[in-house]
Protein backbone atom coordinates (compact mmCIF):
# COMPACT_ATOMS: atom_id res chain seq x y z
CA UNK A 1 0.00 0.00 0.00
CA UNK A 2 2.57 2.78 1.00
CA UNK A 3 4.63 1.50 -1.78
CA UNK A 4 1.71 2.00 -4.24
CA UNK A 5 1.91 4.86 -2.37
CA UNK A 6 5.06 6.00 -3.21
CA UNK A 7 5.41 4.76 -6.54
CA UNK A 8 2.30 7.23 -7.29
CA UNK A 9 3.60 9.70 -5.62
CA UNK A 10 6.92 9.70 -7.99
CA UNK A 11 4.82 9.53 -10.85
CA UNK A 12 2.90 12.72 -9.93
CA UNK A 13 6.90 14.19 -9.34
CA UNK A 14 8.03 13.34 -12.68
CA UNK A 15 5.54 14.62 -14.85
CA UNK A 16 5.39 17.67 -12.86
CA UNK A 17 9.28 18.09 -13.56
CA UNK A 18 9.83 20.10 -17.12
CA UNK A 19 10.28 17.69 -19.93
CA UNK A 20 13.11 18.21 -21.93
CA UNK A 21 14.61 16.95 -25.25
CA UNK A 22 18.17 16.60 -26.36
CA UNK A 23 21.58 15.53 -26.02
CA UNK A 24 21.57 16.61 -22.35
CA UNK A 25 19.48 13.61 -20.62
CA UNK A 26 20.57 14.51 -17.04
CA UNK A 27 22.36 17.16 -15.06
CA UNK A 28 22.86 17.00 -11.34
CA UNK A 29 24.76 19.76 -8.71
CA UNK A 30 27.68 17.36 -7.83
CA UNK A 31 30.14 19.66 -5.59
CA UNK A 32 30.75 23.40 -3.77
CA UNK A 33 31.31 24.62 -7.82
CA UNK A 34 30.57 21.84 -9.73
CA UNK A 35 27.75 20.93 -12.07
CA UNK A 36 27.48 17.58 -13.87
CA UNK A 37 25.61 16.80 -17.46
CA UNK A 38 25.56 13.44 -18.97
CA UNK A 39 25.21 13.71 -22.69
CA UNK A 40 23.34 11.03 -24.73
CA UNK A 41 26.11 10.91 -27.82
CA UNK A 42 29.51 12.08 -26.93
CA UNK A 43 31.19 15.46 -27.47
CA UNK A 44 33.87 16.21 -29.57
CA UNK A 45 37.20 16.28 -27.68
CA UNK A 46 38.71 18.54 -29.23
CA UNK A 47 36.46 21.57 -29.06
CA UNK A 48 37.36 24.23 -25.99
CA UNK A 49 33.66 23.69 -24.59
CA UNK A 50 34.28 26.10 -22.11
CA UNK A 51 32.98 28.86 -25.06
CA UNK A 52 30.61 27.44 -25.89
CA UNK A 53 28.29 26.56 -22.40
CA UNK A 54 26.39 29.40 -20.75
CA UNK A 55 25.12 29.08 -17.36
CA UNK A 56 22.28 31.10 -15.87
CA UNK A 57 20.91 31.14 -12.38
CA UNK A 58 16.92 30.96 -12.70
CA UNK A 59 15.85 33.68 -10.82
CA UNK A 60 18.58 35.82 -12.83
CA UNK A 61 18.15 34.83 -16.19
CA UNK A 62 19.77 38.68 -17.28
CA UNK A 63 23.03 37.69 -15.36
CA UNK A 64 25.66 34.83 -17.52
CA UNK A 65 28.07 32.98 -14.77
CA UNK A 66 31.19 32.86 -15.16
CA UNK A 67 32.36 29.57 -15.99
CA UNK A 68 36.57 28.66 -15.10
CA UNK A 69 36.74 25.24 -16.55
CA UNK A 70 34.64 22.50 -18.67
CA UNK A 71 36.28 19.15 -18.52
CA UNK A 72 34.89 16.26 -20.56
CA UNK A 73 35.31 12.68 -19.81
CA UNK A 74 37.09 10.28 -21.78
CA UNK A 75 34.49 8.45 -23.10
CA UNK A 76 32.74 12.10 -24.00
CA UNK A 77 30.17 11.62 -22.95
CA UNK A 78 30.01 13.48 -19.21
CA UNK A 79 30.79 17.02 -19.17
CA UNK A 80 31.72 18.50 -15.54
CA UNK A 81 31.60 22.69 -15.49
CA UNK A 82 33.04 24.67 -12.76
CA UNK A 83 31.74 27.92 -11.46
CA UNK A 84 33.34 30.71 -10.06
CA UNK A 85 30.86 31.42 -7.29
CA UNK A 86 29.85 28.45 -5.30
CA UNK A 87 26.38 26.91 -5.88
CA UNK A 88 23.46 28.57 -4.02
CA UNK A 89 21.58 26.83 -1.37
CA UNK A 90 18.14 26.65 -3.69
CA UNK A 91 20.34 27.03 -6.72
CA UNK A 92 18.45 25.97 -10.04
CA UNK A 93 20.46 26.62 -13.74
CA UNK A 94 19.78 26.94 -16.49
CA UNK A 95 22.38 25.59 -18.80
CA UNK A 96 23.17 26.36 -22.03
CA UNK A 97 25.23 24.46 -24.63
CA UNK A 98 26.06 25.07 -28.11
CA UNK A 99 26.90 21.29 -29.45
CA UNK A 100 25.06 21.51 -32.97
CA UNK A 101 27.83 21.92 -36.04
CA UNK A 102 25.69 25.16 -36.99
CA UNK A 103 25.95 26.47 -33.35
CA UNK A 104 22.16 25.60 -32.19
CA UNK A 105 21.85 25.84 -28.75
CA UNK A 106 20.48 23.09 -26.43
CA UNK A 107 19.00 24.41 -22.75
CA UNK A 108 18.73 22.37 -19.64
CA UNK A 109 17.67 22.80 -16.39
CA UNK A 110 20.19 21.62 -13.36
CA UNK A 111 19.32 21.32 -10.12
CA UNK A 112 19.08 19.67 -6.27
CA UNK A 113 17.11 16.49 -5.68
CA UNK A 114 13.29 17.74 -5.89
CA UNK A 115 12.74 17.31 -2.21
CA UNK A 116 15.86 18.91 -1.19
CA UNK A 117 15.07 22.07 -2.57
CA UNK A 118 11.07 21.52 -1.49
CA UNK A 119 12.16 21.35 2.14
CA UNK A 120 15.01 23.78 1.92
CA UNK A 121 12.11 26.48 0.55
CA UNK A 122 9.70 24.84 3.17
CA UNK A 123 12.46 25.37 6.14
CA UNK A 124 13.50 29.11 4.88
CA UNK A 125 9.72 30.14 4.47
CA UNK A 126 8.89 29.17 8.00
CA UNK A 127 12.00 30.11 9.89
CA UNK A 128 15.11 31.76 8.23
CA UNK A 129 12.90 34.09 5.96
CA UNK A 130 9.94 34.38 8.33
CA UNK A 131 7.55 36.57 7.14
CA UNK A 132 6.59 38.17 11.06
CA UNK A 133 9.94 38.62 11.91
CA UNK A 134 12.39 38.49 9.09
CA UNK A 135 10.22 40.04 6.52
CA UNK A 136 8.08 42.12 8.45
CA UNK A 137 4.59 41.67 6.82
CA UNK A 138 1.43 40.95 7.86
CA UNK A 139 2.16 42.96 10.88
CA UNK A 140 -1.47 44.34 11.25
CA UNK A 141 -3.07 41.40 11.56
CA UNK A 142 -0.10 39.72 13.89
CA UNK A 143 -0.77 42.46 16.19
CA UNK A 144 -4.78 42.21 16.14
CA UNK A 145 -4.65 38.51 16.71
CA UNK A 146 -2.00 38.06 19.01
CA UNK A 147 -3.87 38.46 22.12
CA UNK A 148 -5.03 35.43 23.24
CA UNK A 149 -3.42 32.07 22.26
CA UNK A 150 -6.68 30.46 20.71
CA UNK A 151 -7.37 33.56 18.91
CA UNK A 152 -3.90 33.18 17.74
CA UNK A 153 -4.18 29.00 17.07
CA UNK A 154 -7.64 29.87 14.97
CA UNK A 155 -5.91 32.17 12.82
CA UNK A 156 -2.67 30.75 11.94
CA UNK A 157 -4.73 27.49 10.80
CA UNK A 158 -7.46 29.74 8.44
CA UNK A 159 -4.65 31.68 7.04
CA UNK A 160 -1.88 28.38 6.35
CA UNK A 161 -5.24 26.64 4.25
CA UNK A 162 -6.78 29.89 2.67
CA UNK A 163 -2.83 30.77 1.81
CA UNK A 164 -2.12 27.03 0.56
CA UNK A 165 -5.13 26.92 -1.57
CA UNK A 166 -4.54 30.69 -3.01
CA UNK A 167 -1.10 29.97 -4.14
CA UNK A 168 -1.84 27.17 -6.10
CA UNK A 169 -5.14 29.07 -7.55
CA UNK A 170 -2.90 32.12 -8.34
CA UNK A 171 0.32 29.68 -9.77
CA UNK A 172 -2.43 28.25 -12.24
CA UNK A 173 -3.86 31.08 -13.20
CA UNK A 174 0.17 33.26 -13.56
CA UNK A 175 1.41 30.25 -15.98
CA UNK A 176 -1.93 28.93 -17.92
CA UNK A 177 -3.34 32.92 -18.31
CA UNK A 178 -1.44 35.49 -17.66
CA UNK A 179 1.95 34.51 -19.08
CA UNK A 180 0.97 33.16 -22.38
CA UNK A 181 -1.28 36.53 -23.38
CA UNK A 182 2.11 38.57 -22.34
CA UNK A 183 -0.40 40.32 -19.50
CA UNK A 184 2.12 39.83 -16.77
CA UNK A 185 1.54 43.95 -16.23
CA UNK A 186 -1.69 43.04 -14.47
CA UNK A 187 -0.36 40.56 -11.79
CA UNK A 188 -0.71 43.01 -8.74
CA UNK A 189 -4.38 43.64 -9.89
CA UNK A 190 -5.34 39.82 -10.92
CA UNK A 191 -3.70 38.47 -7.85
CA UNK A 192 -5.78 41.07 -5.63
CA UNK A 193 -8.91 39.94 -7.50
CA UNK A 194 -8.43 36.16 -7.20
CA UNK A 195 -7.55 36.15 -3.62
CA UNK A 196 -10.69 38.35 -2.78
CA UNK A 197 -12.70 36.32 -4.71
CA UNK A 198 -11.29 33.30 -3.51
CA UNK A 199 -11.96 34.32 0.18
CA UNK A 200 -15.45 35.01 -0.64
CA UNK A 201 -16.01 31.99 -2.21
CA UNK A 202 -14.27 29.89 1.01
CA UNK A 203 -16.53 31.77 3.16
CA UNK A 204 -19.64 31.21 0.96
CA UNK A 205 -18.75 27.38 0.39
CA UNK A 206 -17.61 26.72 3.88
CA UNK A 207 -21.35 28.43 5.33
CA UNK A 208 -23.31 25.94 3.50
CA UNK A 209 -21.17 22.75 3.72
CA UNK A 210 -19.48 22.64 7.05
CA UNK A 211 -21.40 25.32 9.79
CA UNK A 212 -19.29 24.40 12.76
CA UNK A 213 -15.67 24.55 10.87
CA UNK A 214 -17.26 28.01 9.41
CA UNK A 215 -18.20 28.87 13.15
CA UNK A 216 -15.04 28.57 14.30
CA UNK A 217 -13.06 30.54 11.36
CA UNK A 218 -15.09 32.81 9.59
CA UNK A 219 -14.19 35.79 11.28
CA UNK A 220 -10.46 35.50 10.48
CA UNK A 221 -11.44 34.72 6.43
CA UNK A 222 -12.60 38.28 6.60
CA UNK A 223 -9.19 39.98 8.23
CA UNK A 224 -7.38 37.43 5.75
CA UNK A 225 -7.93 39.76 2.48
CA UNK A 226 -6.23 42.45 3.96
CA UNK A 227 -3.41 40.68 4.83
CA UNK A 228 0.11 41.33 2.98
CA UNK A 229 1.37 37.46 3.75
CA UNK A 230 -1.51 36.69 1.69
CA UNK A 231 -0.58 39.25 -1.26
CA UNK A 232 3.19 38.46 -0.89
CA UNK A 233 3.33 34.92 -1.12
CA UNK A 234 2.14 34.88 -4.89
CA UNK A 235 4.43 38.20 -5.87
CA UNK A 236 7.25 35.72 -4.15
CA UNK A 237 6.76 32.38 -6.07
CA UNK A 238 6.04 34.38 -9.64
CA UNK A 239 9.50 36.59 -9.21
CA UNK A 240 11.73 33.37 -7.98
CA UNK A 241 9.57 31.28 -11.15
CA UNK A 242 8.67 28.64 -8.67
CA UNK A 243 6.83 25.67 -10.25
CA UNK A 244 3.67 23.89 -8.83
CA UNK A 245 5.65 21.73 -5.82
CA UNK A 246 7.96 24.91 -4.99
CA UNK A 247 5.10 27.15 -4.46
CA UNK A 248 3.18 24.67 -2.43
CA UNK A 249 6.12 24.32 -0.12
CA UNK A 250 6.63 28.36 -0.07
CA UNK A 251 2.81 28.53 0.70
CA UNK A 252 2.97 26.28 3.69
CA UNK A 253 6.21 27.14 5.36
CA UNK A 254 5.09 30.59 4.90
CA UNK A 255 1.80 29.43 6.29
CA UNK A 256 3.23 27.62 9.63
CA UNK A 257 5.84 30.51 10.16
CA UNK A 258 2.80 33.00 10.56
CA UNK A 259 0.85 30.44 12.66
CA UNK A 260 4.24 30.20 14.73
CA UNK A 261 4.84 33.74 15.33
CA UNK A 262 1.54 34.34 16.05
CA UNK A 263 1.54 31.38 18.76
CA UNK A 264 4.93 33.04 20.24
CA UNK A 265 3.47 36.24 20.61
CA UNK A 266 0.42 35.33 22.34
CA UNK A 267 2.26 33.31 24.85
CA UNK A 268 4.12 36.76 25.96
CA UNK A 269 1.44 38.78 25.57
CA UNK A 270 -0.83 36.89 28.16
CA UNK A 271 2.00 37.19 30.44
CA UNK A 272 2.65 41.08 29.58
CA UNK A 273 -1.05 41.71 31.10
CA UNK A 274 0.31 40.69 34.93
CA UNK A 275 3.31 42.38 34.07
CA UNK A 276 3.78 46.37 35.64
CA UNK A 277 4.18 48.08 32.53
CA UNK A 278 5.41 51.94 32.34
CA UNK A 279 2.50 53.87 31.32
CA UNK A 280 2.95 55.27 28.26
CA UNK A 281 4.29 51.49 27.02
CA UNK A 282 1.18 49.58 27.73
CA UNK A 283 -0.62 48.27 24.66
CA UNK A 284 0.76 48.82 21.34
CA UNK A 285 4.03 49.89 22.22
CA UNK A 286 5.26 47.09 24.42
CA UNK A 287 3.44 44.63 21.51
CA UNK A 288 6.48 46.52 19.19
CA UNK A 289 9.17 45.91 21.46
CA UNK A 290 8.71 42.48 22.23
CA UNK A 291 8.23 41.87 18.52
CA UNK A 292 11.26 43.55 18.60
CA UNK A 293 12.98 41.23 20.74
CA UNK A 294 11.87 38.14 19.05
CA UNK A 295 12.97 39.68 15.44
CA UNK A 296 16.35 39.54 17.05
CA UNK A 297 16.57 36.40 18.06
CA UNK A 298 15.03 35.12 14.39
CA UNK A 299 18.30 37.03 13.22
CA UNK A 300 20.31 34.31 14.54
CA UNK A 301 18.41 31.91 11.87
CA UNK A 302 19.42 33.75 8.97
CA UNK A 303 23.09 31.87 9.54
CA UNK A 304 21.53 28.98 8.28
CA UNK A 305 21.50 28.10 4.58
CA UNK A 306 20.96 25.08 2.77
CA UNK B 1 -13.92 80.34 0.62
CA UNK B 2 -13.35 80.66 4.31
CA UNK B 3 -15.22 77.02 5.10
CA UNK B 4 -12.96 76.00 2.51
CA UNK B 5 -9.76 76.78 3.82
CA UNK B 6 -11.00 75.49 7.23
CA UNK B 7 -11.62 71.39 5.96
CA UNK B 8 -8.35 72.04 4.37
CA UNK B 9 -6.40 72.72 7.51
CA UNK B 10 -8.63 70.60 9.87
CA UNK B 11 -7.80 67.66 6.77
CA UNK B 12 -4.00 68.01 6.69
CA UNK B 13 -3.97 68.78 11.01
CA UNK B 14 -6.10 65.23 11.35
CA UNK B 15 -3.99 62.90 8.99
CA UNK B 16 -0.48 64.84 10.21
CA UNK B 17 -1.38 64.39 13.80
CA UNK B 18 -4.85 63.88 15.19
CA UNK B 19 -5.32 60.36 13.53
CA UNK B 20 -1.56 59.71 12.17
CA UNK B 21 -2.03 56.75 10.41
CA UNK B 22 1.07 55.04 12.04
CA UNK B 23 1.71 56.26 15.75
CA UNK B 24 -2.25 56.80 16.46
CA UNK B 25 -4.14 54.25 13.92
CA UNK B 26 -1.52 51.79 14.33
CA UNK B 27 -2.40 50.56 10.78
CA UNK B 28 0.07 49.55 8.19
CA UNK B 29 2.69 49.46 10.02
CA UNK B 30 4.93 46.62 7.92
CA UNK B 31 6.72 49.30 5.33
CA UNK B 32 6.90 51.20 8.84
CA UNK B 33 9.38 48.89 10.37
CA UNK B 34 11.00 47.22 7.04
CA UNK B 35 11.60 50.06 4.78
CA UNK B 36 12.78 52.56 7.38
CA UNK B 37 16.44 52.15 7.44
CA UNK B 38 17.00 55.55 5.39
CA UNK B 39 15.33 58.41 5.19
CA UNK B 40 15.12 58.03 1.36
CA UNK B 41 13.32 55.05 1.31
CA UNK B 42 11.04 56.20 3.72
CA UNK B 43 10.35 59.03 1.83
CA UNK B 44 9.96 57.21 -1.85
CA UNK B 45 7.66 54.58 -0.08
CA UNK B 46 5.63 57.81 1.30
CA UNK B 47 5.34 59.36 -1.90
CA UNK B 48 3.97 56.20 -3.34
CA UNK B 49 1.59 55.66 -0.85
CA UNK B 50 0.63 59.17 -0.56
CA UNK B 51 -0.02 59.21 -4.60
CA UNK B 52 -2.23 56.25 -4.40
CA UNK B 53 -4.35 57.60 -1.38
CA UNK B 54 -4.84 60.86 -3.05
CA UNK B 55 -5.75 59.05 -6.30
CA UNK B 56 -8.00 56.67 -5.09
CA UNK B 57 -9.60 58.91 -2.61
CA UNK B 58 -10.58 61.06 -5.57
CA UNK B 59 -11.84 58.04 -8.24
CA UNK B 60 -13.87 56.97 -4.70
CA UNK B 61 -15.86 60.02 -4.09
CA UNK B 62 -16.38 60.50 -8.03
CA UNK B 63 -18.08 57.45 -8.23
CA UNK B 64 -19.46 56.50 -5.16
CA UNK B 65 -23.18 56.96 -6.35
CA UNK B 66 -22.18 53.85 -8.81
CA UNK B 67 -20.57 51.61 -6.77
CA UNK B 68 -23.11 49.47 -5.29
CA UNK B 69 -23.27 49.15 -1.37
CA UNK B 70 -22.53 44.91 -1.33
CA UNK B 71 -19.56 44.78 -3.61
CA UNK B 72 -17.77 47.89 -2.64
CA UNK B 73 -14.56 46.18 -1.08
CA UNK B 74 -14.14 44.51 -4.34
CA UNK B 75 -14.55 47.54 -6.34
CA UNK B 76 -12.32 49.53 -3.82
CA UNK B 77 -9.50 46.89 -4.22
CA UNK B 78 -10.02 46.92 -7.88
CA UNK B 79 -9.37 50.63 -7.64
CA UNK B 80 -6.20 51.06 -5.32
CA UNK B 81 -4.44 48.29 -7.41
CA UNK B 82 -5.08 50.34 -10.52
CA UNK B 83 -3.31 52.97 -8.86
CA UNK B 84 -0.70 50.90 -7.37
CA UNK B 85 0.20 49.39 -10.57
CA UNK B 86 0.41 52.88 -12.27
CA UNK B 87 3.10 53.82 -9.16
CA UNK B 88 4.81 51.01 -9.39
CA UNK B 89 5.45 50.99 -13.12
CA UNK B 90 6.61 54.79 -12.72
CA UNK B 91 9.21 54.17 -10.02
CA UNK B 92 10.27 50.77 -11.75
CA UNK B 93 10.68 53.25 -14.67
CA UNK B 94 12.44 56.53 -13.00
CA UNK B 95 14.34 55.04 -10.37
CA UNK B 96 15.10 51.92 -11.17
CA UNK B 97 18.15 51.89 -7.91
CA UNK B 98 15.79 52.43 -5.53
CA UNK B 99 13.31 50.85 -6.58
CA UNK B 100 14.74 47.62 -6.50
CA UNK B 101 15.23 47.48 -2.37
CA UNK B 102 11.52 48.33 -2.21
CA UNK B 103 9.69 46.62 -4.73
CA UNK B 104 7.85 44.23 -2.77
CA UNK B 105 6.17 46.58 -0.54
CA UNK B 106 5.16 49.13 -3.22
CA UNK B 107 3.17 46.19 -4.86
CA UNK B 108 2.00 45.63 -1.34
CA UNK B 109 0.45 49.23 -1.33
CA UNK B 110 -2.73 47.50 -2.32
CA UNK B 111 -3.47 45.69 1.17
CA UNK B 112 -2.75 48.65 3.56
CA UNK B 113 -5.16 48.68 5.62
CA UNK B 114 -4.97 52.72 5.69
CA UNK B 115 -5.97 53.20 2.15
CA UNK B 116 -8.81 50.83 2.29
CA UNK B 117 -10.05 52.58 5.62
CA UNK B 118 -9.91 55.79 4.47
CA UNK B 119 -12.20 55.30 1.12
CA UNK B 120 -14.60 53.48 3.36
CA UNK B 121 -14.78 55.97 6.15
CA UNK B 122 -14.03 58.97 4.50
CA UNK B 123 -14.08 59.23 0.48
CA UNK B 124 -16.97 56.95 0.34
CA UNK B 125 -19.82 59.82 1.80
CA UNK B 126 -17.79 63.43 0.83
CA UNK B 127 -17.36 65.29 -2.30
CA UNK B 128 -14.07 65.19 -4.07
CA UNK B 129 -12.36 68.47 -2.68
CA UNK B 130 -12.52 66.91 1.18
CA UNK B 131 -11.79 63.76 -0.07
CA UNK B 132 -8.66 64.61 -1.34
CA UNK B 133 -7.37 66.93 0.85
CA UNK B 134 -8.06 63.93 3.66
CA UNK B 135 -5.84 61.63 1.32
CA UNK B 136 -2.93 64.68 1.17
CA UNK B 137 -3.25 65.31 5.38
CA UNK B 138 -3.28 60.94 5.20
CA UNK B 139 -0.68 60.58 2.82
CA UNK B 140 1.59 62.62 4.03
CA UNK B 141 1.19 61.85 7.92
CA UNK B 142 1.82 58.18 6.83
CA UNK B 143 5.22 60.21 4.86
CA UNK B 144 6.13 61.99 8.08
CA UNK B 145 5.76 58.68 10.34
CA UNK B 146 7.68 57.16 7.83
CA UNK B 147 10.35 59.51 7.52
CA UNK B 148 10.57 60.86 11.12
CA UNK B 149 11.38 56.85 12.09
CA UNK B 150 13.65 56.45 9.32
CA UNK B 151 15.71 59.78 10.33
CA UNK B 152 16.44 58.37 13.54
CA UNK B 153 17.37 54.84 12.87
CA UNK B 154 19.83 56.57 9.74
CA UNK B 155 21.50 58.72 12.20
CA UNK B 156 22.16 56.87 14.93
CA UNK B 157 23.31 54.00 13.12
CA UNK B 158 25.28 55.17 10.37
CA UNK B 159 25.65 58.78 11.20
CA UNK B 160 24.26 60.42 8.10
CA UNK B 161 20.80 61.79 7.13
CA UNK B 162 19.60 61.31 3.82
CA UNK B 163 23.32 59.65 2.79
CA UNK B 164 24.97 62.82 3.98
CA UNK B 165 27.92 62.74 6.45
CA UNK B 166 26.82 64.06 9.66
CA UNK B 167 28.90 62.35 12.08
CA UNK B 168 32.38 60.89 11.35
CA UNK B 169 31.64 57.04 13.16
CA UNK B 170 28.68 55.22 13.32
CA UNK B 171 27.50 55.75 16.86
CA UNK B 172 24.72 52.45 17.58
CA UNK B 173 25.24 50.24 14.64
CA UNK B 174 22.43 48.21 15.97
CA UNK B 175 19.75 50.53 14.29
CA UNK B 176 20.47 49.83 10.75
CA UNK B 177 19.77 46.13 11.79
CA UNK B 178 15.94 45.66 10.41
CA UNK B 179 14.84 44.09 13.98
CA UNK B 180 15.60 47.55 15.06
CA UNK B 181 12.68 49.24 13.31
CA UNK B 182 10.03 47.51 15.76
CA UNK B 183 12.14 48.90 18.61
CA UNK B 184 11.90 52.50 16.81
CA UNK B 185 8.74 52.31 16.46
CA UNK B 186 7.73 51.40 19.79
CA UNK B 187 9.50 53.49 21.35
CA UNK B 188 7.99 56.91 19.26
CA UNK B 189 4.59 55.39 19.92
CA UNK B 190 5.09 55.58 23.47
CA UNK B 191 6.52 58.65 23.51
CA UNK B 192 3.56 60.35 21.69
CA UNK B 193 1.35 58.87 24.34
CA UNK B 194 3.51 60.28 26.90
CA UNK B 195 3.31 63.85 24.88
CA UNK B 196 -0.28 63.80 24.61
CA UNK B 197 -0.84 63.08 28.52
CA UNK B 198 1.40 66.22 29.69
CA UNK B 199 -0.44 68.10 27.08
CA UNK B 200 -3.84 67.09 28.05
CA UNK B 201 -2.64 67.36 31.75
CA UNK B 202 -1.13 70.97 30.99
CA UNK B 203 -4.59 71.98 29.49
CA UNK B 204 -6.66 70.60 32.62
CA UNK B 205 -4.50 72.76 34.91
CA UNK B 206 -4.91 75.87 32.66
Redesign the interface.
Known amino acids: MTARATFLLLLVLLWAAPAQAGNIVAGEITGEHELTLALAAPLDAAVDWRGRVGVVERENPDVPLTVTTAALSPDGRELVLTLAEPVSGQGAYAVTLRAGPDGAAESFHVRKGVLAVLFSILISAALIQNFV ?8 IF ?1 GASGRKETAVGMGFSFSLVMTLSAVFVWAVYNFVLKPLHLQ ?2 Q ?2 TF ?2 II ?2 FV ?1 LLDTVLRKVNPFLFKKLGVYLVLI ?4 I ?3 VP ?2 LVDNAYDLWESLALALGSGAGFALALFLMACVRERLELADI ?4 RG ?6 V ?3 F ?2 A ?2 GFSGMSF | MDAHEHTVLERLSNGLIKENPIFKLALSMCPAVAMTNTVRNGFLLGLAVLFVQVASNVTVSVFRRFIHERIRIPAYIIIIATWVSVSDMTLAAYAPGFYKEIALYVKLIVVFAIIISRLEVFASRNTVWPSFWDGMGMGLGFMFALMLVGCLREFLGAGTLWGVEILPFKPFFFWSLPPAGFFAIGLIMALFIWLERRFNAWRAKR
Open positions: FSRYLGLCFFLVLVGAIQTTNCILALIPEPFLPIAFVAGLALFL
